[in-house]
T-cell receptor
Framework: GAGVSQTPSNKVTEKGKYVELRCDPISGHTALYWYRQSLGQGPEFLIYFQGTGAADDSGLPNDRFFAVRPEGSVSTLKIQRTERGDSAVYLC????????????FGQGTRLTVV | GQQVMQIPQYQHVQEGEDFTTYCNSSTTLSNIQWYKQRPGGHPVFLIQLVKSGEVKKQKRLTFQFGEAKKNSSLHITATQTTDVGTYFCAGIGSNYQLIWGAGTKLIIKP
């Protein structure tokens, strides 16, 4: 596609529920990143995919968070047993080759846990 | 762990005044990227600096990378209302991940 697409743009869920956030990167970009951004803060790294594999998942805060990219394109971030502290904007970015090339961000998914 | 400190957190300027934001890393960076995020928007890539002492210009924006590759700055000359937003630096550390500063919010005084 022309840009990085994230769906949904907004998600309101109840505490304890499971959510999935989707990222459709730019076609041909092998690198894909998930970030979380709280108001007034910079993006917080969650996980980095190179192709289908998670090259670095050190940013995932705990085992409630999981992400997949089964075919090396679309990625899904999954959050189990959501907590109010998970509320944030979840940003996805893709780049052509990885960390040394420009990252293109999607519009983000605003997750609100009530 | 590796950190990138960015200051100031906010800068209020009159339209036409200059703006500067600074980033400092606790460790040497292989390169540094700058992004701009408009209110309600997502980060948009501005530039990447790779070489020690590098200076790059984009119209009214001047980007510098320090000699030791531990600090960087963005200077905007004669700010305009279109410059409003938050400017982030993001450095590549030893683990080859982007380490983001907290951002500097540019606010134009009415």
């Amino acid at each position: 596609g022309a840009g990085v697409s994230q769906t949904p743009s907004n998600k309101v869920t109840e505490k304890g529920k499971y959510v999935e956030l989707r990222c459709d990167p730019i076609s041909g970009h092998t690198a894909l990143y998930w970030y979380r951004q709280s108001l007034g803060q910079g993006p917080e790294f969650l996980i980095y995919f190179q192709g289908t594999g998670a090259a670095d998942d050190s940013g995932l805060p705990n085992d409630r968070f999981f992400a997949v990219r089964p075919e090396g394109s679309v990625s899904t971030l999954k959050i189990q047993r959501t907590e109010r502290g998970d509320s944030a904007v979840y940003l996805c970015a893709s780049s052509l080759q990885g960390e040394l090339t420009e990252a293109f961000f999607g519009q983000g998914t605003r997750l609100t846990v009530v | 762990g590796q950190q990138v400190m960015q200051i100031p957190q906010y800068q209020h300027v009159q339209e036409g005044e200059d703006f500067t934001t600074y980033c400092n890393s606790s460790t040497t960076l292989s390169n540094i990227q700058w992004y701009k995020q408009r209110p309600g928007g997502h980060p948009v890539f501005l530039i990447q600096l790779v070489k020690s002492g590098e200076v790059k210009k984009q119209k009214r924006l001047t980007f510098q990378f320090g000699e030791a590759k531990k600090n960087s700055s963005l200077h905007i000359t004669a700010t305009q209302t279109t410059d409003v937003g938050t400017y982030f630096c993001a450095g590549i550390g030893s683990n080859y991940q982007l380490i983001w500063g907290a951002g500097t919010k540019l606010i134009i005084k009415p």
